[in-house]
C-alpha cells in the first residue's frame, strides 16, 4: 500500500491520485516501500521519535506527515514530556522542602520518587524504540488517547 507523499494518506497501489488531498502520485519510489522520499523508512522515523524523548518528537511531528511517525512523534510529546514536568516538580518540591526542613524523610520520599520517575521513563524510552523500530503502533495507556488526539489521523 502507498502512501500520498503530500498528507500522508494510504492509497491503494492502482489509484493516480491520494483520495484526500488529490495529490497525484510521484513516479518517485512511494513510501509503500517503508521509505519516505529523503529515505527513511517509517519505522526508523518512528523509533527515531524517542531518541531524544518529547525533542525529537516535537521534530518529527514538524517534519513527517505519515500516520504512524506522527502516532509516535505525538506519544513521545505526551509521555516523556509528561515524564519530564513530573520529575521537577518532585525535585522542585522535595527540594525545596530540604532547604526549609533540613534531610528528612520527606527529602529521601522525594529521591525516591524522582528516581522511580526516571527509572519508569529509562524502560518506557527503551521499549517504545523497539516496538516503533519493529514497525508496531505500541500504545501507552492514557497517552496513547492524548497522542491520538494530537496526531489527528
Known amino acids: 500500500m502507498a502512501f500520498c507523499s503530500k498528507c500522508g494518506a494510504r492509497m491503494e497501489d492502482q489509484t493516480a491520485f491520494c483520495p484526500q488531498c488529490g495529490q497525484g502520485r510521484s513516479g518517485a519510489p512511494s513510501p509503500a516501500a517503508g521509505a519516505t522520499q529523503a529515505g527513511l523508512a517509517e519505522n526508523a522515523a518512528g523509533a527515531l521519535c524517542y531518541v531524544l524523548g518529547w525533542i525529537t518528537g516535537i521534530i518529527f511531528m514538524l517534519i513527517d506527515n505519515r500516520p504512524f511517525v506522527r502516532f509516535h512523534a505525538a506519544q513521545s510529546i505526551v509521555v516523556f514530556g509528561g515524564l519530564t514536568v513530573v520529575y521537577f516538580l518532585?525535585?522542585?518540591?522535595?527540594?525545596?522542602?530540604?532547604?526549609l526542613g533540613g534531610l528528612g524523610a520527606g527529602f529521601s520520599a522525594g529521591l525516591l520518587l524522582a528516581g522511580v520517575v526516571q527509572l519508569l521513563g529509562f524502560v518506557l524510552w527503551i521499549v517504545c524504540m523497539v516496538m516503533a523500530a519493529q514497525g508496531k503502533r505500541f500504545e501507552i495507556p492514557f497517552a496513547a488517547g492524548i497522542a491520538q488526539s494530537i496526531a489527528g489521523k
Open 90 to 99: 518532585f525535585s522542585a518540591i522535595f527540594g525545596a522542602g530540604m532547604f
